[in-house]
């Protein structure tokens, strides 16, 4: 069987198998190799993700451990409590304890499995208020890109303190050009562009950590391996 790479996060996550999106490049990109598993929770909280990891992962009894597995949380926490999204607001110090406890399940789970953190995207306030989510009278934005930083720095952090790698998207988005239009689809989602970046950033913490197409061993021979005058051979030893 081959190995499995997990995707662990909210609608950000959902999404990313979509035409274009940083899954599907993924899975794409270990096409032969690894399978990417996508579970993404549209409108989940750190809060609520630690409730349901036991029901999103397989025991660890239940077959190998995953290649690595990304945990990518914060949007949804960083809503703010006096706004119409205060219902998946996490305060920012359980937000942190809470992405350490996953991070935690995760290492009793498989010990050797690599575990990246992602932090929250930048925020474009103005586009959140053209594209609320439900009526918003108030005319505020739900979230601010302040707050996101914030959660940004806490996911930083937690990852420092677990010892695992980190994806800091808040601060690499924002260092591209015209970011707000060009990394983001409605304020908060990603655009094709959007998961451009977070899909290179994925690929280059795997491959830092060994993991890449040219690591891992394709899990059928190859087309040009296959001898032309004796094409069953090649299946005799599997």
């Known amino acids: 069987m081959r190995p499995k790479i997990y995707l662990f996060g909210d609608s950000i996550t959902g999404l990313s198998f979509t035409n274009g999106g940083w899954g599907a490049s993924l899975a794409n990109h270990f096409s032969r190799t690894a399978d990417v598993v996508l579970r993404g929770y549209g409108g989940y909280n750190t809060r609520w993700a630690l409730l349901v990891k036991e029901k999103v992962f397989p ?3 239940s ?14 926490d960083a809503s703010l409590p ?93 260092k591209l050009p015209n970011w707000e239009k060009t990394c983001l689809s409605d304020g908060l989602h990603l655009t094709r562009n959007g998961n451009k970046v977070v899909f290179e950033e994925v690929i280059a913490q795997l491959k830092d950590q060994k993991i890449s197409p040219g690591t891992l061993p394709p899990d059928l021979p190859l087309f040009w391996q296959i001898d032309p005058k004796n094409p069953l051979k090649s299946f005799q030893n599997l």
Request: charged share 20%.
């Open 59 to 61: 025991a660890a009894e």
């Open 63 to 76: 077959g190998g451990a995953p290649l690595a597995v990304t945990v990518f949380f914060g949007a949804n």
């Open 82 to 174: 006096d706004r119409y999204g205060a219902f998946q607001h996490v305060p920012l110090d359980e937000y942190k304890q809470n992405l350490v406890a996953i991070v935690a399940f995760l290492k009793k789970q498989w010990a050797s499995t690599r575990i990246i953190l992602i932090t929250p995207p930048p925020i474009d306030e103005a586009a959140r208020i053209l594209h609320p989510y439900v009526p918003n009278p108030s005319g505020f934005p739900e979230r601010t890109n302040e707050a996101a930083g914030r959660y940004a720095k806490e996911c930083v952090a937690a990852a420092a303190e677990c010892g695992v790698a980190v994806i800091d998207i808040w601060e690499k988005m924002q």
